[in-house]
């Protein structure tokens, strides 16, 4: 991207040589490097206790870094706090709400923190309740609103005054698979349609595969890996075969014609399966030597390799049941309380 | 800073002073201990203590007039603590970060809590005042003079005020409670409480001698009486300590902010 177009949409993020170290703690963050585009939804994908919340609250000027430097929408994060404030929005792993306020005081409150005109205030806050579908419950204290409930007001609040860059700290963790859905509906509207560039931390495989342009990989302070879902998948993972002869029978023979292609791996039921030892243009040859075998294939199947994989390449271990209590995998659905709308 | 920049300074001040009654007028509790004592205290005054102003050395026109001094200076400054109360509570359990975000200046969260306080200040005077009326109190000093009575009050709110929250931007939890509220007590019954400072015999009348609550006790006293005296002792030293103790509350806020 040439100078001008920086110009003109200043909102990415720059990171070089961050660390933060905690006092009598670890080295919570342990030097990375990160350039997030104008408009672009990031996800910053690790293990509970990788160090993306540091990250988080140093690029959110609510943490100053140990070294290195930070620049949010052209910003330095440690001298220009001022300034990057008013140009993110944030919502963090813990939701900060009064439960004596209710969702539309929480708005009053926020806008006028920001410092919106008094005539704007109450539409915004209006428009924005109406936006994350907490129209109904507006009125109530936020003290008994549910964990989803919570994390749309809190989306809500740090859009208020329509921020360029927005960080959001793993803000699916407990939802059910409803609420998730649509806010990721939500941020990619936000990062469409309105060019908000979009710094998203996820535990969830999933959600950094489907949701973000490019994601980081990070694991005990550093980042691992880095690209687009696809680069990263086709630069370490290979993709396997899984075939399923009619006549089991000739289960030996497949195996044999299967191995020349690739090394075996676990297969579902009576199935048999290979990672490619190249990519999916192999799949033709593969496809002919069973036919030229006279082999009749029941199924064939053809697996792309996960981000798990990628995270096990670079760092010797599976994302899930990398961290110490959640594991990637998605969460069940959790209870509303009765009576939430 | 430029217009808008202060308008959105005071508008982010207004909005934390705003919650912060919200709070209280939802929850009017959170008066009672900020009462209790300075109640206690008049009712004791009233009752057996009285006795205090029939002893011939004792030269001040009222007893109870006497004690309100005292009274007035403990509530506005225990108000002042209970502030700190809030902005220890506000960060242990999360608001301090939304507030620490929202605002581009953050010194105008603690705008924004010295102007909650003393609007919350005006129901501590009304109940007190109310109550030492009721209890006979006579009233001598002219209308300028009890407004200099009541600014002395809302200086040792401030003062305690930013005394606290330094305390509070540094340990950001409720357990440090009692670091923001014995110094205050000790400070205010290290004083001359009981009777004037004359009157102080033993180690207590060196101490009161040089406490910064006994200029603000008696200029708070000769006002009330129309006789002020040592005006000027007593606003200045309220303004020294403000200017030190607003020292100790930004820098506790810089701490707030390096520890995220
Ligand atoms: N205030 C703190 N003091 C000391 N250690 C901390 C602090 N905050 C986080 N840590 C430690 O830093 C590491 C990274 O934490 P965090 O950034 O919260 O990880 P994540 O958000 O990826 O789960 C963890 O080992 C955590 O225990
Ligand atoms: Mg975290």
Redesign the pocket.
Known sequence: MGQGARKAQPNGIEVEGLVRE?????R??DGIDLTVEPGEIYGFL????????????MLTTLLPPTAGSARVAGLDVATQGAEVRKMIGAAL?EAALDPNLTGREHMKLQTALHGLPKAQRARRGDELIERVGLSDAADRRVGGYSGGMKRRLDLALALVHGPRVLFL??PTTGLDPQSRASLWAEVTRLSVEDGVTVFL?TQYLEEADQLANRVGI?DA?RIAAEGTPAALKAEIGRPSVEVLPVDPARRPEAEEILLRFGTAVPASGEALSVRLNDGIEVLAAIVRSFDSAGIELASLGLNEPTLDDVFLAKTGRHLEGA?EADSGEMPLPEAEPAGAA | MNDSGQNMYFSAARAVAWRYLHNLYSKPAVFIPGLVFPLFFLAAFAGGLSAVGDTPRFDYYDFTAFQFGFILIQASSLAGVFVGFSIAADFEQGMGRRLMLATSRRSAILLGYAAGAALRLIVVWVIITGVSLLAGMEVRGNGYDLAGMYMLGLLSNVVALLFSAGIAFRFRSLQAGPLMQMPVFIALFLAPVYVPQDLLTGWIEPVARVNPVTALLNGARSLMAGEPTGILLAYGVAAGMIALLGIWALRGLRKAEM??
């Open positions: 905690f006092k009598n703690g670890p919570a963050v690790g293990p509970n206790g990788a160090g993306k919340s540091t990250t988080v609250h792993q700290d793993e931390t990070i302070g961290g | 520890a995220g």
